[in-house]
Structures are given as structure tokens and as C-alpha cells.
């Protein structure tokens, strides 16, 4: 069973919906008991990383949701800001990050003169693959995904950087360390290509 973390921040309905729409059982994670017996985790998030950071300590199933990824090396997807709670720290906040992967977050950057360029990045964009990963498995096509974000995750180490996107600069569309993944994008809003990369992370990883 794959848990999906409540954190009171992300459409936690749109991730178990896609999860049940490719066959694949997952569960609503809001209790210690349940986030012990998920094989698999998705940490979803919107909004702002200060009040991410915050729904975790409130939810009182932080230390538990550490030992399961950390020590039990139990494969994690974070979504969006769920990724980029992963990192030390962020430009957006003050408040430390989970520090679970070598990166900082930082605010996109959008070159002078391009006015039709907007933040946040909001709508449909494609993303180039930098390496194979079993997340990434099977797109056919150019693969396109949905984002909602001003802020990017940042990876000291690049070979952690699956995907990549543009939008003024490039960013990191997909990330992965070991069992720690994410996408900067939303693969619940994103049609055929986020049903292929859950039914991957549920499948494959």
C-alpha cells in the first residue's frame, strides 16, 4: 500500500484518485499506524515551504515519517513542494527544510526582457530527460507536465537531476537520490504522463 502523507497542504484526493485510476492501491496517511505499514510514500504540497515545514510538525508524524525514509530507506515521492521540502533550506522561507537531500531551493529567475514570462510558472510544460531512472520509464512522446511553482530545487550534486525544465532558467523538473524521488510538477493534474510516472513509482522503484 502506498501512503500519501496528509500535511494539509496539497489536493491530497487528486493524488489517491490518479493512484486508484491506474489500479494501484493507496491510502490516506494522516496516523502513525498507517504511515508504518505503507510500503511506499508520496508527500504532496502547495503553497509556501514555511507553512509546509509547519503542517509536518503539526501532523505529529514527522519523527516516524524520518525513521521510515531515512533509516528504513522506504521509497518517498514528494510533489512539488513536498520535493522541496526535501532540502536544507529555502529561499522563499526561514524555516529549515527536512535537509533529506544535499540542496537548497531557490526563486526562478526570469531573464530582463521576456515579458510574456510570469511567477509563479503556472500551466503545461514539457521536460527533457537527463538520465533513465525507473521513474521516468515509458513516455512516449515529449513527456508534458503540469506546474504550479516560483521556487526550484537546486542539487549540489547534478547526477541527482533526472528532468529538467525551462521556464526563464533552467530547473529540475525530477530529482532523485537514492529511495528519495520528486517532481517540481504535479503528476496528479497532469494526465497520461502522470499516470505513467505513479503507476512507475509504484511499479518499478
Not at 88 to 101: A, D, K, V, Y
Not at 113 to 127: A, E, F, R, V, Y
Not at 171 to 177: L, V
Amino acid at each position: 500500500m502506498i501512503g500519501v502523507v496528509n500535511t494539509g497542504l496539497g489536493n491530497v484526493a487528486s493524488v489517491l484518485n490518479m493512484f486508484r485510476a491506474v489500479g494501484v492501491d493507496a491510502a490516506l496517511v494522516d496516523d502513525r499506524d498507517v504511515l508504518r505499514r505503507a510500503s511506499k510514500l508520496v508527500l504532496p504540497g502547495v503553497g509556501s515551504f514555511d507553512a509546509g515545514m509547519s503542517g509536518l510538525r503539526s501532523s505529529g508524524l514527522l519523527e516516524v515519517l524520518t525513521e521510515r525514509v531515512m533509516q528504513e530507506r522506504v521509497p518517498v515521492l514528494g510533489l512539488c513542494l513536498g520535493m522541496q521540502l526535501f532540502a536544507r533550506r529555502s529561499e522563499e522561507g526561514t524555516t529549515p527544510g527536512l535537509g533529506w537531500i544535499d540542496a537548497e531551493v531557490r526563486r526562478l529567475i526570469l531573464p530582463p526582457g521576456q515579458s510574456g514570462l510570469k511567477l509563479p510558472h503556472m500551466g503545461w510544460n514539457t521536460i527533457e530527460i537527463r538520465q533513465e531512472h525507473p521513474l521516468l520509464f515509458g513516455f512516449d512522446g515529449i513527456p508534458r507536465f503540469y506546474f504550479v511553482h516560483s521556487y526550484h530545487v537546486c542539487c549540489d550534486d547534478r547526477t541527482d537531476v533526472l528532468a529538467t525544465g525551462t521556464h526563464g532558467e533552467e530547473f529540475a523538473a525530477a530529482i532523485a537520490h537514492g529511495n528519495i524521488m520528486g517532481t517540481q510538477f504535479h503528476p496528479e493534474k497532469s494526465h497520461k504522463f502522470g499516470m505513467r510516472l505513479l503507476r512507475n513509482f509504484a511499479e518499478r522503484v
